[in-house]
């Protein structure tokens, strides 16, 4: 009898005490969700179609980590990093910091020919630290 009834209805129980009806035709398939995990991934997929590699900062309690991903391949083309040897000396936790990773990057990012890449905060304000290697990346020859 199930089996008649799951291609109708999915049921899906969002918590203990309310149950929410969805079409079938919505499961994408077994192990996918019905929703993306992060919204903005159609946008990152668009602006990679044409032709730009993205910066993406990852910012924890005491380093930064930057990268130019290239979307459309999937590969990691430049990376830079508070915890690599050329900082070892220096705070990590403060902007002084993050604009030396930003410029790091982005001499890295020109010396393999990447000129143009957007900026992705990934989820974090853009405040403090994540501005601080967004302008040192734009000092380094980046634009974006």
């Known amino acids: 009898m199930f089996r008649l009834l799951a291609p109708l209805?999915?049921?899906l129980a969002t918590c203990?005490?309310?149950l929410?009806?969805?079409p079938a035709t919505a499961h994408a398939s077994r192990a996918g969700a019905i929703t993306?995990?992060?919204p903005e991934y159609f946008t990152r997929v668009a602006r990679a179609e044409a032709g730009r590699p993205r910066l993406c900062v990852?910012?924890?309690?005491?380093?930064?980590?930057g990268q130019v991903i290239d979307d459309s391949q999937g590969t990691v083309l430049v990376t830079a990093s508070t915890l690599e040897e050329e900082s070892?000396?220096?705070p990590t936790k403060n902007c002084d910091a993050?604009?030396?990773v930003g410029k790091r990057l982005a001499e890295r990012a020109v010396a393999k020919g990447i000129?143009?890449?957007f900026f992705d905060r990934n989820g974090r304000p853009y405040h403090g630290r994540i501005k601080a290697l967004a302008d040192g990346a734009r000092d380094g020859g980046l634009s974006f």
Request: no cysteine; aromatic share 6%; glycine share 4%.
């Open 9 to 11: 209805l999915l049921l």
């Open 16 to 18: 203990s005490h309310a």
């Open 20 to 22: 929410v009806l969805v």
């Open 36 to 38: 993306m995990k992060h």
């Open 58 to 65: 990852f910012r924890s309690n005491n380093h930064i980590y």
């Open 88 to 90: 070892k000396d220096q």
């Open 98 to 100: 993050a604009g030396v």
């Open 115 to 117: 000129e143009k890449v």
